[in-house]
């Protein structure tokens, strides 16, 4: 079965850095857009970043731009999420998504289980 499996939260400082993982199980998502998102206790799932099938182009929140990096890696079939410059706004369950149409809003056919990410002052 195909699946997206996230890894790399936990508990940071505000001002540190994590980097998420999403790697893919039961198929390659090589051909996929894959996309990130977060939902905040209370709020909506938002939409945090998202990286063409080619690599080729990328493309981020407002909140997170210059701060958040996604790119992947072809040979490991992983997406990841570099976080820098973490704020307390940035504390949210995140999840990976994988769609093959719509660009910069991919069309989500696949969602991993989310990975914790907690920023404390």
């Known amino acids: 079965q195909a699946q997206l499996v996230e890894s790399g939260g936990g508990l940071v400082q505000a001002g540190g850095s994590l980097r998420l993982s999403c790697a893919a199980s039961?198929?390659?998502?090589?051909?996929?857009?894959i996309a990130w998102f977060r939902q905040a206790p209370g709020k909506e799932r938002e939409f945090v970043a998202a990286i063409t099938w080619s690599g080729g182009s990328t493309h981020y929140a407002d909140s997170v731009k210059g701060r958040f990096t996604i790119s992947r890696d072809y040979a490991e079939d992983t997406v990841y999420l570099q976080m820098n410059s973490l704020k307390l706004e940035d504390t949210a369950v995140y999840y990976c998504?994988?769609?093959?149409?719509?660009?910069?809003?991919?069309?989500?056919?696949?969602w991993g289980q989310g990975t914790q990410v907690t920023v404390s002052s």
């Open positions: 039961g198929r390659t998502f090589g051909y996929y857009h």
């Open positions: 998504a994988a769609g093959n149409t719509g660009w910069p809003s991919v069309a989500i056919q696949y």
